[in-house]
């Protein structure tokens, strides 16, 4: 997460208002970052 903080504003995205979602294996690497303290 710390490199999409970094580089989104040159996406046009807001560094403080990220939205991340998964369906399937993409689901639980979703829950590993909501519970990781660098994200």
Known sequence: ???V???IA???GDPHDI???G???GA???GMLLTAPSA
Do not use: K, L
Request: aromatic letters at 6%; zero cysteines; proline letters at 6%.
């Open 5 to 7: 903080r970094e580089n």
């Open 10 to 12: 040159a996406f046009g």
């Open 23 to 25: 369906q399937s294996s």
């Open 19 to 21: 939205t991340i979602s």
């Open 1 to 3: 997460m710390p490199a």
């Open 28 to 30: 639980i690497h979703v």
